[in-house]
C-alpha cells in the first residue's frame, strides 16, 4: 500500500506540473546544443590560425605604386580686368564706331577690341597699360613691352632698345595686317624731311662743283701752253747768240736777263700747279653735304609712324573672354568700354612647404569633376603666396595653379566656380612592382631592411630591397612572390 501510494504520489506531480517539465526539458537541449556548437567553432578556427600567439600574415601584391599630393582648389576664370581706352590725341570726341564686341566674345593676339573715330583698338599681349603715344627715339619698359608683343605677334622691330624705323615699320605691317591703315606721320615732321632733302641735294651739287674745279686746276699746262714756253726759251737763246756774235756786252747782258725769264717762266708753267684754294673749297663743299645728310637723318627718324596710346589695348593674358559690355555704337566713350576675364578655366590651390617641394610645372594632374567623373589638368606654377619673401619653400604659403588642357562645355559648367580635389602623382613606378605593406619591413643587422615569410607553419628571413612608398604599401625587390604570406604581426 505504501509503494503504490509513493507511485501515485509521483504521478500526481508529473501530471500536475507537465508545463513545468517540458519547459525545464528544452532547456538541457538547448544547453547541449550550445556546448557541442562552441565546440566545432573551436575545432574550425584552430584550423585556420596558426593559434594562440601565432603571426599576422598578408600576401605579397603586385600593382603599379605611385606616390600623389593632393590638393583641394578653386576653379575659376582669370581675375576680371577693367578695359580702359586711353583718351589719346584724337581731334574730336571718342565716339564708337563700330567692333564693339557680344558678351562671350574672344578677345585675343592682333584681335580689335573697338573701333573709336574710324580708328581700331588693337589688342596684345602684355601687363602693363598703354599710357602714351610712341615716337622716334623713345625708350622704356612700354617700348620693351610693344617690341616684345610685336615679335609675338611675327613682326621684327629691330633689335634696339628704342621706338625706331624698325620698330615702326613693324608697326605699320600691325596696322596692315588688321586691316586699317597705318597712322599718319606729323605734318611738321614731313616738312622737315622735305627740307632736309633739299639741302643734302644743294649740297652735294655744290661739292661737285668744287671737285671739278680741284681736278681742272690740278691738270696744269696743256700742250699748247709747253710749245709757246718752249718756243720763248728758244727765243731768248737766238737773242743771246746774236748779241754775243755782234760783241755787244750790253745787248749780252740783256739777252742773258732775257733767256733767264723765259726758263722761269716755263718751270712755272710746266711745273706742279697750286691747288690748295680748290682743295680747300671742296673740304668745304664736303662738310656741308655731310652736315645736310645728318639733319636729314634726324628728320626722317623722327617722322617715323608713331603709335598712338588710344590705339592699342595690353592685355596681361591672352585670349580673354568678354564678361560685360558697357561701350555703345554711336556714343562717346566714357569710362570702363567692357569688362573681360580669362577664356580657359584654371585651378588654384595652396600647398603646404612639403608638397610644394615635389611640385613642378607640366606635371599631370586628376580633378575631380562635380557629378563623379574627372578631368586632366597640368601644373602650370607653383609660386609664393604674396606676405611670404624668405625665398624658400617653408610655411603653408604655396600657390599651385593647374591648366585644363581640353574641357567640354559641360564640364565648363560643372567645374566654373567649384572647390574640387587635385590629385598630382609626383613618383611612380614603372610597371607593377612587388609591395608589403610597410610594418612587414623589420631593419636586418647590417641596416638592410628584411621580410618574415611564414610558409608551412614556419617562417623564414628574407633580405629586401626597398623602393617607392606610398598610402602604407612600399615597394620590395628579394627572393619573394607574388602571394607569399609576409608577416604584419602577431
Request: aromatic share 2%.
Amino acid at each position: 500500500m505504501t509503494a503504490r501510494a509513493t507511485v501515485s504520489g509521483w504521478a500526481r506531480v508529473l501530471r500536475g506540473n507537465r508545463l513545468l517539465w517540458t519547459v525545464a526539458g528544452a532547456s538541457v537541449v538547448c544547453l547541449v546544443a550550445g556546448y557541442a556548437g562552441g565546440a566545432l567553432l573551436s575545432s574550425a578556427d584552430a584550423a585556420q590560425s596558426p593559434g594562440s600567439g601565432g603571426p599576422i600574415t598578408v600576401p605579397v601584391e603586385s600593382k603599379v605604386l605611385s606616390n600623389t599630393v593632393t590638393l583641394r582648389g578653386d576653379v575659376a576664370f582669370d581675375d576680371a580686368v577693367e578695359v580702359k581706352i586711353a583718351a589719346g590725341e584724337l581731334p574730336g570726341p571718342a565716339v564708337v564706331t563700330g567692333a564693339v564686341p557680344a558678351v562671350g566674345t574672344t578677345l585675343d593676339t592682333l584681335g580689335v577690341a573697338l573701333e573709336v573715330a574710324g580708328r581700331p583698338v588693337i589688342v596684345l599681349p602684355g601687363a602693363l597699360p598703354a599710357y602714351r603715344t610712341l615716337r622716334a627715339g623713345q625708350t622704356g619698359p612700354d617700348v620693351t613691352q610693344l617690341k616684345e608683343a610685336l615679335r609675338t605677334a611675327g613682326f621684327d622691330p629691330g633689335g634696339s632698345d628704342s621706338y625706331d624705323s624698325a620698330t615702326a615699320a613693324a608697326a605699320v605691317a600691325l596696322y596692315q595686317k588688321v586691316g586699317y591703315a597705318p597712322p599718319a606721320v606729323d605734318a611738321d615732321a614731313k616738312s622737315a624731311v622735305d627740307s632736309g632733302r633739299q639741302a643734302v641735294q644743294s649740297a652735294e651739287k655744290a661739292l661737285q662743283e668744287a671737285q671739278r674745279a680741284l681736278t681742272a686746276a690740278g691738270k696744269g699746262a696743256d700742250a699748247a701752253k709747253r710749245v709757246e714756253l718752249d718756243n720763248a726759251v728758244r727765243e731768248a737763246e737766238r737773242e743771246l747768240a746774236a748779241a754775243r756774235a755782234a760783241g755787244d756786252a750790253a745787248a749780252v747782258a740783256k739777252a742773258e736777263d732775257g733767256l733767264r725769264l723765259a726758263q722761269t717762266q716755263r718751270e712755272v708753267g710746266l711745273g706742279a700747279p697750286d691747288t690748295s684754294a680748290e682743295a680747300q673749297a671742296v673740304s668745304s663743299a664736303r662738310a656741308e653735304r655731310d652736315s645736310a645728310r645728318a639733319e636729314l637723318e634726324k628728320a626722317t627718324a623722327a617722322a617715323v609712324t608713331p603709335l598712338p596710346v588710344n590705339e592699342v589695348l595690353f592685355l596681361p593674358t591672352l585670349p580673354r573672354r568678354v564678361d560685360e559690355v558697357k561701350a555703345q555704337r554711336g556714343t562717346a566713350l566714357e569710362g570702363t568700354a567692357m569688362t573681360v576675364s580669362g577664356a580657359t578655366l584654371s585651378v588654384t590651390a595652396t600647398a603646404s612647404a612639403a608638397e610644394a617641394e615635389l611640385l613642378r610645372t607640366g606635371q599631370t594632374a586628376s580633378v575631380a569633376v562635380p557629378g563623379g567623373t574627372s578631368a586632366a589638368a597640368a601644373v602650370t606654377a607653383v609660386r609664393q603666396q604674396t606676405g611670404n619673401d624668405d625665398g624658400k619653400k617653408s610655411g603653408r604659403a604655396w600657390e599651385v595653379v593647374l591648366g585644363f588642357p581640353s574641357l567640354t562645355p559641360q564640364q565648363v559648367e560643372q567645374l566654373r566656380g567649384q572647390n574640387v580635389r587635385v590629385s598630382i602623382p609626383v613618383k611612380a613606378t614603372k610597371g607593377k612592382v612587388l609591395v608589403v605593406p610597410a610594418a612587414a619591413l623589420t631593419a636586418g643587422p647590417g641596416g638592410g631592411s628584411r621580410v618574415e615569410v611564414a610558409e608551412h607553419g614556419r617562417t623564414r628571413v628574407v633580405p629586401v630591397t626597398t623602393g617607392l612608398a606610398a598610402d602604407g604599401l612600399v615597394e620590395v625587390a628579394g627572393e619573394l612572390a607574388r602571394g607569399d604570406q609576409v608577416v604584419v604581426g602577431r
